[in-house]
């Protein structure tokens, strides 16, 4: 290959700072089905839905409550915004992220989870590069929609906050979808993946009316405590998602300890009840305050034990060899030999 058609080539590439498991899926998700057939049928519902808004009398309809994370701004009633945010929302809130049912399911099921965690990636790298991944080919499926709100604001009607509202909230409900299928995507068996996907969902929009129903009825508007407890919302599903994702390839779990993934399970359980309690304790007016919390405890919850540094590593134990004695340097390796961690001083380790 010639140095102008190399150059060429790597012009076109996808930048290495996006990390190794977020290039490899996105090279492998922009060639798959679940994306390019969403993305062609999506602007071809845009187009049938923007030319029914043309003969519609009047799309939006003025409400208080018009701000992120609302679903009910996407669904047929008093705050509906028109058919093509029906549209939008139906195809990138919901059947794009399910695209992610498949994701951790080709590393689980050939064992290539095992050779990847042999590299520098951790289980934390592996996951986040999925969920980057997907959660990027919706957000670009939905700014190819862009010329589409366009066209709607210069035809007038239409409430400018109202409309970068649901775009913010097309941006985090899709995010939180797409953590929860990759988390229900680490089971083998389609019947496990379906219920832990219906647990997450129903837990997630749970959490999420119970603190925006309990703000808005507090406040009776969508203003900026409205907006801090929907944000909790989608940090802490977030959290729960990949954490679900990232417990379920982990390599060793020790007889002493509860499984991680059952303790992730148990917090989308328990995480809807948290989140009503604490609207109660605050007097409806900050219960994502709970529901951080509770996303901390997602993020912590599966720690791997680890040595403290002062505990020194064992010596190898190799055939003719002298332990050292109590403050003692070991003897050196055999010519040939390779040391092992344990071989390694401190300052290597540390390292």
């Not at 969403?38 to 939006?60: R, S, W, Y």
């Not at 520098?120 to 700014?143: D, M, N, Y």
């Not at 990232?246 to 809807?272: A, D, N």
């Not at 409806?284 to 791997?304: E, K, N, P, Q, T």
Request: hydrophobic letters at 50%; glycine letters at 10%; a positive charge.
């Amino acid at each position: 290959m010639s140095e102008s058609a190399e150059s060429l080539f790597k012009s076109r590439d996808l930048p290495e700072k996006l990390g190794p498991m977020t290039v490899k899926e996105l090279r492998q998700g922009l060639r798959r089905g679940m994306f390019i057939y969403p993305f062609i049928g999506i602007h071809l519902l845009a187009v049938v839905a923007m030319a029914a808004e043309f003969k519609m009398p009047e799309v939006e309809k003025f409400t208080e409550f018009a701000g992120v994370l609302n679903l009910m701004l996407f669904l047929p009633g008093e705050m509906f915004s028109g058919v093509f945010w029906a549209v939008t929302g139906a195809v990138c809130l919901f059947f794009m992220p399910l695209g992610g049912l498949a994701l951790m399911g080709q590393e689980l099921e050939e064992g290539n989870h095992e050779l990847l965690l042999m590299t520098p990636l951790s289980r934390w790298k592996v996951v986040r590069g999925k969920f980057l991944a997907l959660w990027g080919l919706c957000l670009l499926t939905f700014s190819s929609l862009l010329p589409y709100l366009i066209a709607r604001y210069l035809i007038g009607g239409l409430d400018v906050w109202r409309n970068i509202a649901m775009a913010l909230t097309v941006v985090l409900f899709s995010g939180m979808m797409a953590a929860g299928a990759i988390g229900s995507s680490s089971f083998t068996r389609i019947p496990a993946r379906i219920g832990i996907l219906i647990l997450f969902m129903g837990s997630m929009l749970f959490s999420l009316g119970t603190v925006a129903m309990s703000v808005g009825a507090a406040t009776k508007h969508a203003g900026v405590i409205f907006h801090l407890n929907t944000l909790s919302v989608a940090f802490c599903y977030i959290v729960f998602g990949l954490a679900l994702a990232r417990s379920r390839i982990r390599l060793v779990v020790h007889h002493y300890e509860v499984k991680p993934s059952w303790m992730i399970i148990g917090l989308l359980f328990f995480t809807p009840f948290v989140a009503l309690m604490a609207s109660f304790m605050t007097l409806f007016h900050a219960g994502g305050v709970g529901l951080i919390g509770m996303g901390l405890v997602g993020w912590f919850a599966d720690r791997s034990p680890r040595a403290p540094k002062w505990v020194q590593a064992p010596v190898a134990n190799i055939p003719g060899m002298v332990p050292p004695g109590p403050g003692e340097s070991p003897p050196p390796l055999p010519p040939g030999s390779v040391p092992g961690p344990e071989a390694k001083t401190d300052e290597e380790r540390e390292k």
